[in-house]
């Protein structure tokens, strides 16, 4: 089936897949909080990294924001992965690629999937699955114009730290990264790693479309109530383009 997306944006849709049908046929709304901060970040000279594209939800609408031809969009799990060829196909031909965004390029990784909740795919260094090669989000960004920003988009099942761990040199860049921490994390490892180790600025995004600087790692308590959700962050390097974006964002 195919829908009628954001700004006449179009999108294909598996009946079989119980997530997508969930969110699109008379669930709640989905990811409210990203489709208030994207138009406000890709305003026609960005690019867009879409890193656990899924079927291209996110591609699909950021594809009515900049031109397709700056969105990358990756997916590792190949049911999955036909269904973003498709809508890329439906919305002016943004860029696809079937790979999981990891450390390092060029590594076989083993893919446990959920046939019909394809947004649980995750990769990972060991088991015996089907494999997907790898690739890290420096080697997506190094064909884009050096002073052109990134949005980087990271929804890739457990594999974050790693996604950041190969994203080193396009943090340099202009840059916003999006990812998510889960309320079942009571440690918050992702943005304890992307405060601590990485020293990040960090901004919660609220699904009512604020924006709101991360004081601690301790004050996630106070966000992340829900041990049955994730919850989406936006991250920059301080001083940089994008931590001045957000903090515009969030005044």
Known sequence: MTLSTHRGGQLRVPLTDG?????????PEYEPELASLLPRLLTGGEYFIDCGANIGYWSVFASRLVAPQQIFAVEPAGDT????AANSEL?????????????????PLSISANLERSASTSVSTHGDGPTVQSISVDDLAAGIPPSSPIVVK?????????????????LTRPSVFIYEDHGSDRASENTRGVMTDLQLD?????PTGRVELVASIDSLGAVKVDRTRGYNFAAAVHGSWGAKRLTEISS
């Open 19 to 27: 997530y997508w049908i969930y969110y699109l046929f008379g669930g």
């Open 81 to 84: 992965y036909r269904w973003l």
């Open 91 to 107: 919305n002016g031909g943004f860029h696809t690629m079937q790979r999981a965004v990891w450390s390092r390029s060029d590594i």
């Open 154 to 170: 990271l929804d890739v099942e457990g594999s974050e730290l790693a996604a950041f761990e190969g994203a080193r040199r396009t």
């Open 202 to 206: 960090v901004f919660y995004l609220n």
